[in-house]
């Protein structure tokens, strides 16, 4: 049992979904957690104030395409598992520069398997038998659903966008490194995520945000794009277990159950808030809706058959998309300060990949 062997090198742990695992690992365990994350625009500390002060947490300020920084992590710090969630992950960033998303999420992952290759190789005995590299992408990998049928742990890998290509690309490196080398990995490909502490370029936090401020509400063409919904919290439950009990050598789907097109995920976020009365003017929040046009390489649907990690690992996600919403929108309407203090305004408040529009 990983959590029992003490030590988790966790990369990208000041992220949207990090943050949470190392929450998660700190309060709930025993673990050590080392946090490998560079800091970059997505990169919060404030999201670890809870834990930072903790004496099984260490952070470690480290570009995972450092070469000479990732082996020290392991020679120092000598890790029983690692988690690896650091990648460049929004959509409208890689149209704009697709290189980072390349040097991020394929050189990076590529480095980081080499390095844990070679300290795998050197343990001896319950160390190197226990040991473990979780790598965790994107349903996106796999391109886009008509209107029916779902991705599962066999679909074929279609991506469209140069994150989904990245991504795509890593997930490769790591099965590869596991069929060649023997490398102890599992794999994990999860649905869009949202909740807490989630950067505000995406959908949903820049949605409630814009909201709050009378600004209007951008959907890419009629908004009828589908995206299952997956609570942060239920994801890194899931996340833990894979690489706690998951099988080696396999990959694992996670999903929220939660199919909602574009449009009704903003219409819900307008009925919460016209319920619940949190307003800074007079303006009825679903006249803020705008239509704008659709980006290059959009997918229509995206959905999970989680029936294998339910099967296999007892795992189903236990938020409903209604409960979940309403605890994020309480959150960023109790937080827009900590929104502001992640980075430039402007940043955050449009989205990217065309001109004056965001995700």
């Keep these: ?54 004496k099984r947490y260490i952070f470690e300020k480290v570009n995972i395409c450092d070469k000479d ?40 992952t590529l480095l980081l398997l080499e390095t844990a290759r070679k300290y795998w190789h050197e343990l001896d005995g319950d160390r190197k038998a226990n040991f473990r590299f979780h790598h965790v992408s994107t349903d996106e990998v796999y391109g886009s659903l008509g209107k029916h049928g779902f991705f599962d742990e066999n679909s074929a890998y279609d991506p469209s966008s140069p994150y989904s290509a990245s991504k795509a690309a890593s997930d490769h490196l790591v099965r590869s490194w596991y069929r060649t080398y023997g490398l102890p990995v599992v794999i994990s490909n999860c649905s869009n995520n949202y909740g807490p502490y989630q950067f505000p370029e995406k959908l949903i936090p820049l949605m409630i945000l ?23 919290v239920d994801h890194a439950n899931a996340l833990r277990l894979v690489l706690n009990e998951g099988i080696i050598g396999e990959t694992y789907n996670i999903g929220g159950n939660n199919e909602v097109s574009n449009l ?18 007079d303006k009825p929040y679903k006249s803020l809706i705008t239509f704008v046009d659709d980006r290059p390489g959009h997918d229509m649907r995206y959905a999970i058959d989680s029936s294998k990690i339910n099967k296999e690992l007892g795992w189903s996600p236990s938020v409903s998309f209604e409960a979940g919403l309403k605890t ?29 529009v965001g995700k």
């Design 69 to 108: 920084a990732v082996s020290r992590l392991f020679s120092q710090h000598k890790p029983n598992a690692v988690m690896h969630l650091a990648a460049e992950t929004h959509v409208d960033r890689s149209i704009d520069a697709p290189s980072k998303f390349i040097k991020t999420n394929v050189e990076g």
């Design 328 to 356: 994020t929108i309480q959150w960023y309407s109790d937080n827009q300060e900590w929104c502001h203090r992640t980075g430039d305004k402007s940043s955050i408040q449009e989205r990217l990949g065309l001109p004056g």
């Design 210 to 232: 814009r909201a709050l401020e009378g600004k209007s509400l951008p959907i890419y063409g009629t908004g009828d794009n589908v995206r299952d919904w997956l609570y942060v």
């Design 264 to 281: 009704k995920v903003v219409e819900a976020i307008c009925a919460v808030l016209e319920e619940s009365n949190i307003r800074s003017h």
């Design 1 to 54: 049992m990983i959590e029992e062997s003490k030590k988790i090198l966790v990369t990208g742990g000041a992220g949207f979904i990090g943050s949470e695992i190392v929450r998660q690992y700190i309060t709930n365990t025993d673990v050590i957690v080392i946090n490998v994350d560079s800091l970059t625009y997505a990169g919060n500390q404030e999201s670890l104030r809870s834990v930072t002060d903790n």
